[in-house]
């Protein structure tokens, strides 16, 4: 007998819209952008198919009696955990003629996982939790399997078990929240824990500027505690809207904490070459040099009294002189 109030082919294809939209919605906390268009045609359907099959047992088992709410509770559950496995299974490098076998074992497990605690009433809180670590053991059984039918190997797994999207999406939305209460305008100096998360945040700034070599190189050198925060900065859309570029400035003048000195650089040879370069250039050139970077880097390219040494590490100078040389040459 159908459950009143719970039209599960409507809900489904709601659920599989919703992951459509987070999926091509530019800069979201919920997916990762290296996706393919292919790889996202394929997980909404799956988050389609899933939910659906979810909805139609509920609805067609006579001895369940669940409302709609219940039913959409246990169904949603199924739909967002398809979505964020199914992307793992894909950062994981899965190979695509396992992935949904395995995503059928999380989903039935789920499903009675479920159904279960909401019989026995169980709170909704201690319920998401249980799905969680149900999920999250069923995942880890599972390519297990494979590693023993020799699909992947050892290294192939522990590389896999450690990809969570969900986790990925938490963090991504914690640093976001971060960032904007340390950047809110206040008449009290700033925690020291607000100091660090605008350095990082600004730091993301200027590698989002640099080739990806170089990016790298600096971000190799930093505490690997804040790379994390800093690549999901990088990664964050507007991030130099986010935060008044006077805050930036004084930020950067902190990140030679962050960054550990290197006798390897000269930053004053550097500067010294760069200058040359600059002084020896048209207005014309460095204004399109400048055209569209921040403040901080206008300055480094426009104004010769601008404090580089006080600003900006020896490493990010040297970056940044070779990044603007380039631009320059090609101009």
Not at 50 to 71: I, P, R, V, Y
Not at 113 to 127: G, R, S
Not at 212 to 230: F, P
Request: glycine share 2%.
């Amino acid at each position: 007998m159908p459950i009143e109030g719970f039209d599960y082919k409507a809900f489904a294809l709601d659920l599989a819209k919703q992951a459509m939209e987070v999926l091509v919605k530019p800069g979201t906390n919920a997916a990762p952008s290296t996706l393919t268009d292919a790889e996202k045609k394929t997980i909404v359907e799956t988050v389609r198919k899933f939910s659906l099959m979810a909805g139609e047992a509920l609805s067609n088992d006579a001895q369940l009696k669940f409302t709609a709410q219940n039913a959409s509770l246990v169904t949603q559950f199924i739909g967002e955990w398809t979505f964020h496995k199914s992307v793992d299974l894909i950062n994981g490098k899965i190979p695509p003629q396992n992935r949904e076998a395995i995503l059928q074992v999380i989903a039935a497990n789920i499903f009675n996982t479920a159904k279960l605690a909401i019989i026995k009433k169980m709170p909704q809180d201690t319920m998401i939790n249980l799905i969680e670590e149900k999920v999250k053991n069923v995942y880890n059984a599972e390519l297990q399997k494979l590693v023993k039918k020799g699909v992947l190997s050892e290294a192939q797994y522990k590389k896999a078990i450690s990809t969570s999207n969900l986790n990925d999406m938490v963090e991504k939305t914690e640093d976001e929240s971060m960032l904007a209460n340390a950047a809110q305008p206040s008449d009290t100096p700033p925690a020291d824990s607000e100091k660090k998360v605008l350095k990082l945040a600004a730091l993301a700034i200027v590698l989002k500027k640099l080739p990806k070599q170089k990016a790298e190189e600096i971000l190799s050198s930093l505490d690997k505690k804040d790379v994390k925060h800093v690549i999901n900065y990088m990664k964050m859309s507007n991030i130099e809207d986010k935060i008044d570029h006077n805050i930036i400035i004084k930020s950067l003048e902190e990140i030679k904490k962050i960054l550990p000195e290197s006798d390897k650089i000269n930053a004053g040879a550097i500067l010294k070459r760069y200058y040359k370069l600059i002084s020896m250039s048209s207005p014309e050139k460095l204004s399109k040099a400048a055209l569209n970077e921040r403040e901080f880097v206008r300055d480094f390219i426009l104004d010769s009294e601008f404090p580089s040494l006080e600003v900006f590490s020896p490493c990010v100078i040297q970056s940044l002189a070779s990044t603007i040389e380039e631009k320059i040459n090609d101009n």
